[in-house]
């Protein structure tokens, strides 16, 4: 001990006290639920392990100090007394908090300890803060904080103690302006740069859309091109959320200012001093607590592509594995006519609600062509999709995985597998991207048809679906017994007035869409456009479909064409919201054309079944069975299909049907007024 604390006989007891008082705060602030009781609540509650936590953090506290005072060298001193506290606090964080849960206001406490420390134990502590260092620390602190918390803000997350969880999670990154000597300012301009970009988004999509961001919209935007991102954010532009968002860049561009670039450690003193490394200590530990990162604006991103990432790379790896043991589909057959040159067809769109075609009742006249096909066409009219979003639809509609078993996704062959195994010459045709290097599941599951082809390469402003015509017409001419073809579709994709030429642009008036009864839609000419942009895209794509048809027609004899697609959109139908989204959907967003047309030829072979279908029209289906429908259409058999999962099947059987976890059936008639308005 120094020699003041050697005549100051109440010095141990201070140490005691302040060991104490640390590691009971720890406790008191680190329960969880909290519950918004008040402080004398929880001592109440929680009495026993708080006293038991008082009496080890003292203890604790105290041996440290009496072990490092007994070292002459002061360096080797600062540096094992900074590490025996740091691994005591660790100690008793661990041992005592019985709630597992972080120490999200650690921080709050270092300041608070670190300034008792000063008072009742100097010696522990041989260094002050210096003015530079705490004013940057505070102001690193309050960005961190502003970027942290104010997606939360907007996101509805009203609770405090969650805000203070949130900031705490990113206060590692405060840690360079302790230790730079210089370089500070632009340490925090890239560090203000890289902060921005992961929280706009969500600030912004609350801003437009009046919720937070799910989880499934991060993973979304991790895989997105940069081009469908740019027109998906262009389509959302207006000149008031601009402004928030400059806003949103001022504040923090305000506290870079107040960076003072003087105050470092490394400025006229030692690296390795214990307040400092008693600092740093603490901003690790709140910074890594248990569930603190969860509460991180770059967790979400992160976790959700890291996720995503290992689920691509695990199919990719079951891929290679099956086509190593050339696994094969059991009790695999063709019952199709011998001798016959044969052609079928799935058309899966993109982003279309059947709520939004003439062909389901819609008010306007969205789909003229496939209207003045309609004798021809089976027109299913209770269909939805699994998902609202493309990637997760996908790997159910061509797979044998759906929401009962998601291991057939990666343990079992797709429907590209599946064909081919037949004697298929199997075709893959898309206008959506292919990824490169981060591929989506989709251009990995195309990557075993004969023929793979990706049409839009985003180099154009506008890729329409017209430009698979092309491909396909020299697709039909091929010489080749038995073709199986995959045709994926833009469709209706925001931006909206991206998928269609201008001539196309057909709605131009506001008069006859029906705003009465959508208070949140009257007299908002910007959202208004969007309908009109969303209704073009529609009637485009009823062209697109019905010239696939036609071209088919002209060109094959005994054929099919299967059209649907991967999900509905919502675009002001029932609130204040364009798009889809999974966590707060609506019906819109699943609720999808499902369309067949069969040639003359392949009527006539399979005239009975044909016959059957009028009656089918009104079953209730999900498409995360459509590969049973689509091997029941091919005529195929196979151990693994379930005629009771095929919607042409006569022994077929309705099943549960969800919507982001809720049955959708039950919750349909929330949305059933809104959809009135929308018919004829």
């Known amino acids: 001990m120094t020699k003041s604390q050697q005549q100051n006989p109440s010095f141990p007891f201070r140490v005691l006290s302040a060991g104490a008082a640390f590691s009971w705060a720890i406790q008191a602030l680190s329960k969880v639920p909290l519950e918004h009781r008040f402080l004398s609540e929880i001592i109440a509650a929680e009495y026993p392990r708080l006293l038991l936590s008082g009496a ?34 660790f100690f008793i964080c661990l041992l005592l908090q019985s709630s597992g849960l972080p120490l999200f206001l650690t921080l709050l406490c270092a300041i608070i300890i670190i300034t008792v420390f000063r008072i009742f134990a100097p010696g522990l ?17 309050l960005l961190i904080a502003f970027f942290s918390m104010a997606p939360l803000i907007f996101g509805g997350e009203f609770d405090l103690l969650l805000f203070l969880r949130s900031s705490m999670s990113l206060c590692y990154l405060a840690i360079p302006v302790l230790l730079l000597p210089k370089g500070k300012r632009l340490y925090l301009a890239l ?48 000149f008031s959320s601009v402004i928030s968002v400059l806003f949103f860049i001022v504040v923090p561009m305000a506290c870079l200012r107040m960076i003072k670039k003087e105050g470092a450690l490394f400025h006229n003193r030692k690296l390795f001093n214990e307040p400092w490394l008693f600092v740093i200590f603490l901003l690790l530990l709140a910074s890594f607590g248990n569930g603190n990162q969860a509460k991180s604006i770059l967790y979400g991103y992160y976790r959700n592509f890291g996720e995503y990432r290992e689920k691509l790379e695990l199919f990719n790896r079951e891929l290679a594995s099956r086509k190593e043991r050339n696994v094969k589909f059991s009790g695999l057959e063709d019952k199709s006519p011998p001798g016959t040159n044969i052609t079928y067809v799935c058309v899966i769109g993109e982003a279309t609600a059947r709520n939004h075609m003439s ?26 999709s699994p998902h609202s979003h493309t990637q997760p639809s996908m790997e159910k509609i061509i797979s044998f995985a759906n929401f009962d078993d998601m291991n057939p996704f990666y343990k079992e062959g797709s429907l590209i597998e599946l064909f081919r195994q037949a004697g298929y010459k199997t075709f893959w045709l898309s206008n959506q991207y292919e990824m ?9 599951l195309a990557k075993d048809a004969d023929l793979r082809l990706f049409v839009n390469d985003e180099s154009e402003e506008r890729s329409c679906d017209e430009k698979l015509l092309p491909p396909l017409r020299k697709v039909l001419e091929e010489k080749a017994e038995k073709k199986f073809i995959v045709l994926h579709l833009m ?37 208004l456009a969007r309908v009109n942009e969303y209704d073009n895209a529609v009637r485009y794509n009823d062209m697109i479909v019905s010239e696939i048809i036609a071209m088919v027609k002209e060109r094959t004899s005994y054929s099919y064409v299967l059209y649907f697609p991967d999900h509905g959109e919502e675009v002001y139908d029932s609130r204040s919201y364009f798009s889809h989204q999974e966590e707060d959907a609506t019906a819109f967003m699943f609720e999808i054309p499902f369309i067949a047309w069969f040639s003359g030829d392949y009527r006539k072979a399979n005239q009975n079944r044909i016959d059957s279908f009028s009656a089918y029209l009104d079953r209730k289906y999900q498409t995360d ?14 151990d693994r299909y379930d005629a009771r999962k095929s919607i042409f099947s006569a022994q077929f059987r309705e099943e549960k049907r969800w919507m982001s976890g809720r049955d959708y059936d039950s919750v349909r008639v929330e949305f059933e007024p809104f959809a009135k308005l929308l018919r004829k």
């Open 125 to 141: 502590f041989a260094e002050r803060l210096s003015a530079p260092e705490l004013r940057n620390l505070s102001i690193t602190i």
């Open 359 to 384: 062909l389901y009742s819609y008010y306007r006249r969205t789909s003229p062509k496939l209207e003045a096909m309609r004798n021809e066409l089976f027109i299913f009219n209770d269909v939805i």
């Open 191 to 238: 560090l203000f740069l890289f902060l921005t970009v992961h929280a706009i988004p969500p600030l912004y999509h609350y801003y437009m859309f009046g919720s937070k961001m799910p989880a499934g919209l991060y993973f979304e935007i991790m895989i997105a091109p940069f081009t469908e991102m740019k027109e998906f954010l262009a389509a959302q532009l207006s």
């Open 625 to 638: 069975d459509v590969i049973h429908s689509l091997i029941d259409l091919s005529s195929l058999r196979l």
């Open 436 to 444: 490169g290097e981060f591929e989506n599941v989709t251009s990995a």
């Open 491 to 527: 469709g209706a994709h925001a931006d909206y007035s991206k998928r269609y030429p201008p001539a196309y642009n057909h709605f131009n008036g506001t008069d006859d869409i029906p705003v009465r009864d959508k208070p949140f839609l009257a007299g908002n000419a910007w959202k």
């Open 56 to 89: 080890a953090g003292a203890a604790i506290f105290f041996l440290a100090f009496l072990g490092t005072q007994r070292i002459a060298d002061e360096r080797l001193k600062n540096i094992l007394g900074s590490g025996l506290i740091a691994f005591n606090t």
